[in-house]
């Protein structure tokens, strides 16, 4: 990735910014090109990575969405900032297929988790079992953007 971005801009980050909000739509990608940085999820830490090219905002930019998580700085970091993706990646292939082909393995690793779930569970009748029901609209949703929460927690935003 860093190879396909090596023309966009860099800029320099203290620790302790916050480059996303969760819940706030910026329409900015961000790859890192070096530092550490955290991902949070409410108020979970849900990853932290120093992963050069690792790409921050993309499910945002691509499906025209709030951000799913925070993103801050735990380092001094470099990224390559792109302020428009939505129109930047159209005109740029190469980037909108490795963003794709990443999206594809996050997708095929959590369908590969809910599929092993699913023959441990299957045979149970609480909220272990529904995860037949998770794969299925995972697997056949088209065009829609999926709202998160449960019956037991409607409003939860995970």
């Known amino acids: 990735m860093l190879d396909l971005c090596r023309d966009l801009p860099?800029?320099?980050?203290?620790?302790?910014?916050?480059?996303?909000?969760?819940g706030e739509q910026t329409g900015i990608l961000y790859i890192?090109?070096?530092?550490?940085?955290?991902?949070?999820k409410g108020a979970f830490q849900v990853y932290e990575t120093s992963?050069?090219?690792?790409v921050f905002g993309e499910i945002s930019a691509l499906l025209n969405i709030p951000h799913t998580a925070?993103?801050?700085?735990?380092?001094?970091?470099?990224?390559?900032?792109?302020s428009r993706a939505a129109d930047f990646l159209p005109s740029n292939p190469d980037?909108?297929?490795y963003l794709s082909r990443l999206l594809a393995q996050r997708l095929h690793s959590v369908t590969s988790y809910?599929?092993?779930?699913?023959?441990?569970f299957e045979d149970r009748h609480d909220h272990l079992g529904m995860v037949d029901e998770v794969l299925h609209s995972i697997l056949h949703?088209?065009?829609?953007?999926?709202?998160?929460?449960?019956?037991?927690?409607?409003?939860?935003?995970?």
Not at 32 to 40: A, F, N, P, S, T
Not at 114 to 120: A, M
Not at 141 to 158: A, H, M, N, W, Y
Request: charged share 25%; proline share 6%; with cysteine.
């Open 51 to 54: 992963e050069p090219g690792s």
């Open 32 to 40: 890192l090109i070096e530092g550490r940085v955290e991902i949070v």
């Open 141 to 158: 949703q088209q065009d829609e953007v999926f709202v998160p929460g449960s019956d037991r927690c409607p409003d939860t935003k995970i």
């Open 114 to 120: 809910l599929v092993d779930l699913k023959s441990q």
């Open 95 to 97: 980037i909108a297929f």
């Open 70 to 82: 925070t993103v801050k700085t735990l380092g001094t970091c470099r990224m390559h900032v792109v």
């Open 10 to 22: 860099a800029v320099r980050y203290e620790p302790g910014v916050t480059l996303l909000s969760e």
